[in-house]
Nanobody, 123 residues
């Protein structure tokens, strides 16, 4: 399974970005999907996850109400819409996937990880 994330960039505080992650190599609809991030000097942090069907989106408290995870199974793509961005959101964002449970994503032990895309929010 290959996960290719894109959409990062530099944005002022209060702005928006949409990250995309295209999955190839296996049947996308079999996978639960999620996003993690890692800020400079910090560990990886769970951001959001969604079941294979698109149901039960789950968010970290720090992004709840500002970020939205969604997926398009026809396009093999998961998205992370990020609104009202804050400097604290600056990080490398990683797309993750797991065939078994969303719980594995929440625990940070997803089976597949993509390369990161940099998001920088200026104050």
């Amino acid at each position: 399974v290959q996960l290719q994330a894109s959409g990062g960039g530099l944005v002022p505080a209060g702005g928006s970005l949409r990250l995309s992650c295209v999955v190839s190599g296996r049947t996308f609809s079999n996978f639960h999907m999620g996003w993690f991030r890692q800020a400079p000097g910090k560990g990886r942090e769970f951001v959001a996850a969604v079941q294979w069907s698109g149901g039960f989106p789950t968010y970290a408290d720090s992004v709840k109400g500002r970020f939205t995870i969604s997926r398009d199974n026809a396009k093999n793509t998961v998205y992370l819409q990020m609104n009202r961005l804050e400097p604290a959101d600056t990080a490398v964002y990683f797309c993750v996937a797991d065939r078994e449970t969303v719980g594995k994503i929440l625990r940070g032990v997803a089976g597949y990880w993509g390369q990161g895309t940099q998001v920088t929010v200026s104050s």
